[in-house]
């Protein structure tokens, strides 16, 4: 078991918070793309294979090359706990302070996801960003269930739905609150399905085109552990 930091933007940290987020899609950096070879899904460890030090390596997702014979393995793994990193505040009185040389627990802390404008509870500080945020600011844990690796526009229906999207009750359609529509003529951005409707979120965050990309993704499941 492993803690490792993970980023969420303040609507997925909402998402989480209430329940309706228990994935996160993540890309895998492959080193090269070499056009006489594919990457295919596959596994590594497993029974019968061991560390250097005589411990049972687990059984991992991981995709190979075909030609190079290259395997990579994501970070993530069964049991990590990972600590969300998110947009925070503290008081302004320490504005010029970085994290390091503040005292843990010490100042009180707010969170952009809890806030629909201002904050009122004395954290009026300057907004600071996600990756700034150390460990013991962060009130959010994740046990992760579940790893696999697949291609994005693999994902499922209910995956989809996992990631966070969810459904408008009046109009059938389904949205993501809290993602603005990239055309601010329209008050929020939705889709007629889950599929569809995450697409359209992760051209929203990653840029246009990166849904048609179909990268390989690493898909992780997870549940609070608080």
């Known amino acids: 078991m492993t803690d490792r930091p993970i980023i969420f933007s303040a609507p997925m940290v909402r998402a989480i918070l209430e329940g309706r987020k228990t994935q996160t899609r993540r890309v895998l950096k492959l ?3 070499n056009p006489l070879g594919v990457w295919e899904a596959t596994t590594v460890g497993g029974p019968g294979v061991y560390t250097g030090d005589g411990q049972r390596y687990p059984e991992r997702a991981a995709i190979w090359h075909t030609r190079t014979g290259t395997t990579i393995a994501p970070a993530f793994a069964v049991g990590d706990r ?3 990193r998110e947009a925070w505040r503290t008081s302004a009185s ?9 005292f843990p627990r010490l100042r009180p802390v707010s969170y952009e996801a809890d806030y629909t404008s201002e904050p009122n509870d ?14 013991w600011a962060s009130r959010i844990t994740l046990e992760v269930t579940a790893v696999k690796i697949e291609r994005l526009q693999d994902i499922s229906a209910e995956d989809a739905v996992a990631e966070g999207v969810t459904i408008r009750e009046k109009s059938g359609d389904f949205w993501v609150p809290g993602i603005e529509h990239p055309n601010k003529d329209f008050p929020y951005l939705s889709r007629s399905t889950p599929r569809e409707m995450f697409a359209a979120l992760w051209d929203t965050v990653n840029g246009s085109g990166a849904w048609g990309a179909n990268p390989w993704v690493v898909a992780i499941t997870f549940e609070r552990a608080d």
């Open 82 to 84: 990972l600590w969300v």
């Open 94 to 102: 320490i504005d010029d302070t970085p994290p390091r040389d503040m």
């Open 122 to 135: 004395g954290c009026r500080g300057r907004l600071r960003p996600s990756i700034h945020m150390p460990r």
């Open 31 to 33: 080193p090269h793309n």
